[in-house]
T-cell receptor, first 111, second 118 residues
Framework: QKEVEQDPGPLSVPEGAIVSLNCTYS??????FMWYRQYSRKGPELLMY????GNKEDGRFTAQVDKSSKYISLFIRDSQPSDSATYLC???????????FGTGTRLQVFP | GAVVSQHPSRVICKSGTSVKIECRSL??????MFWYRQFPKQSLMLMAT?????????EQGVEKDKFLINHASLTLSTLTVTSAHPEDSSFYIC??????????????FGSGTRLTVV
């Protein structure tokens, strides 16, 4: 079983839709939970990170963590074609510098 | 913000040759560099972690004699793929973290290098 599971998609939605991206994990030692966006042939860029269970909002993005269920989500409101990219969840291992990534979900927002 | 420059962005080499990939932190001192490998439709897999001036720490299953990592200065780390074979073809990405950067925002990724071994 992988430590982090993420549906690879692709997920195709119309412009303006609300997008929900999800990851599950099995390691209780994960400390921080992050979402990265990766455009084709580019390195990942950090979108949001959170530590505790609950919601964290930043503009059109909301990150949600449920530690009891070992489940994290990223919601994108009013999605735009420029949001088309691969979204990777990542988790930091407590007391280390290591990040463990999900496989990434490819999102396509069409006009 | 912090910028990490990675070169080359794409390289094609013949089987048996060696390839060097450079990763530079342009506006901060990177005390720790991470090297990842990413296969199509798969996640980033950490290969090794290097701290400036010391030997890299390799993840289980990564051949240290094949993937040579040098982190000789606070702004430059290199990954050399020695005696490359077609199965080494992949997307390699570096990530840098500075001593003065706190929190999870401190990981800055390069743009990646697409290696194709023919």
């Amino acid at each position: 079983q992988k430590e982090v599971e993420q549906d690879p998609g692709p997920l195709s939605v119309p412009e303006g839709a609300i997008v929900s991206l999800n990851c599950t994990y099995s390691n209780s030692a994960f400390q921080y939970f992050m979402w990265y966006r990766q455009y084709s042939r580019k390195g990942p860029e950090l979108l949001m990170y959170t530590y505790s269970s609950g919601n964290k909002e930043d503009g059109r993005f909301t990150a949600q963590v449920d530690k009891s269920s070992k489940y994290i989500s990223l919601f994108i409101r009013d999605s735009q074609p420029s949001d088309s990219a691969t979204y990777l969840c990542a988790m930091s291992v407590k007391d280390t510098d290591k990040l463990i990534f999900g496989t990434g979900t490819r999102l396509q927002v069409f006009p | 913000g912090a910028v990490v420059s990675q070169h080359p962005s794409r390289v094609i080499c013949k089987s048996g040759t060696s390839v060097k990939i450079e990763c530079r932190s342009l506006d901060f001192q990177a005390t720790t560099m991470f090297w990842y490998r990413q296969f199509p439709k798969q996640s980033l897999m950490l290969m090794a972690t290097s701290n400036e001036g010391s030997k890299a720490t390799y993840e289980q299953g990564v051949e240290k004699d094949k993937f040579l990592i040098n982190h000789a200065s606070l702004t430059l780390s290199t990954l050399t793929v020695t005696s490359a074979h077609p199965e080494d073809s992949s997307f390699y990405i570096c990530s840098a973290r500075g001593a003065l950067v706190q929190g999870l925002g401190g990981y800055t990724f390069g743009s990646g290098t697409r290696l194709t071994v023919v």
